[in-house]
């Protein structure tokens, strides 16, 4: 059986002084490494440009964490300075709200 030459790129050795075939293959690997090394520069910039906008938006929810933190704390002191007084009634008139309105959602959904 025959290999296929598919792929294979023949390039016939120069005839011309060795030197100016290094010179000139330097030349185009040059050309190739400066284009390699704009494109990770490219890249290194817009990497850079992601990390500071990452870094903003954590910012942005680090102070929107302490701001809800915080007035959930307000919130808890009230309510347990609420629960503390001698206000006990409060929680009873919340419960018999609580059965009036599933009373009435109970008779609203059976006569529909």
């Known amino acids: 059986m ?34 390699k090394i704009g494109t990770l520069k490219d890249i290194s910039i817009q990497l850079g440009d992601e990390v500071r906008y990452q870094e903003k938006l954590l910012r942005g929810l680090d102070d929107d964490v302490d ?12 309510v347990l300075k609420l629960g503390k007084g001698k206000h006990n009634y409060y929680i009873f008139y919340l419960f018999l709200f609580a059965i009036f309105v599933f009373f009435l959602l109970y008779i ?5």
């Open 67 to 78: 701001r809800s933190s915080g007035f959930l704390g307000k919130t808890m002191g009230r």
């Open 2 to 35: 025959r290999r296929s030459r598919e792929g294979y790129q023949y390039q016939p050795v120069p005839r011309g002084p060795p030197e100016d075939f290094l010179e000139r293959e330097n030349e185009r690997m040059a050309e190739e490494l400066s284009g």
């Open 108 to 112: 609203v959904l059976k006569f529909r």
